[in-house]
């Protein structure tokens, strides 16, 4: 997987996370639940990125493995849901 697939990997997982979680609308703030869809988006990108280095260093996979994908999936619904629950309980 290359970097393109990466990020668009990470962003549909990041909008797709925030806009599934139920926690995301019992956010009140001055910007509203809308506002962060960014930041959803941006830590679904994160995680992949942080995903696939660790995998690498680690030596669990290698670039284009299946598993690669599964892991860098897996982590950043993790980090998504962990983020958008965390800013909805401010």
């Given at each position: ?81 962990m983020t958008v629950g965390l800013a909805a309980r401010?």
């Amino acid at each position: 997987m290359g970097w393109i697939g990466l990020i668009f990997l990470g962003a549909v997982i990041g909008a797709a996370g925030w806009w599934l979680h139920p926690l995301r609308r019992a956010g009140r703030g001055a910007r509203g639940p809308a506002g962060r869809i960014w930041t959803a988006i941006g830590a679904g990108i994160l995680a992949t990125v942080v995903a696939r280095m660790l995998g690498n260093i680690v030596d669990l996979y290698h670039d284009g493995d299946t598993l690669e994908w599964l892991a860098c999936a897996v982590f950043a619904l993790f980090v998504v849901t962990m983020t958008v629950g965390l800013a909805a309980r401010r």
